[in-house]
Nanobody, 125 residues
């Protein structure tokens, strides 16, 4: 059973930056596609970004955060990152990391096998 633990959330003013991290208990880590999702109050969980396993080396970012958010991974340390710049109040949500038991990335929430508990990001106006 893979365990994922997010960290790095917090309160930030609009225009600020945060870097989220997700630590995995699974080794080897590099074969799995990983993703970030978020859920705002009263809304469904939505896709933010995904990165493939290292053998494929691709990534995708949702349109609302394109140009502001960057997804990356450090396989040697079993870590996934989400660098968030130029944050807006509408980015306020609980952010979750997730893993798929395949190296192929996905935007589809239903295709992820493991989830973290989430970390709160609040952006004030």
């Amino acid at each position: 059973q893979m365990r994922l633990v997010e960290s790095g959330g917090g309160l930030v003013q609009a225009g600020g930056s945060l870097r989220l991290s997700c630590a995995s208990s699974e080794r080897p880590f590099n074969d799995y596609a990983l993703g970030w999702f978020r859920q705002a109050p009263g809304k469904e969980r939505e896709f933010v970004a995904s990165i493939s396993g290292s053998s494929i080396r691709t990534l995708v970012v949702a349109d609302p955060v394109k140009g502001r958010f960057t997804i990356s991974r450090d396989n040697a340390k079993n870590l996934l990152f989400l660098q968030m710049n130029a944050l807006k109040p509408e980015d306020t949500a609980v952010y979750y990391c997730a893993a798929r038991l395949t190296p192929i990335l996905s935007r589809n929430i239903q295709t992820y096998d493991y989830w973290g508990q989430g970390t709160q990001v609040t952006v004030s106006a």
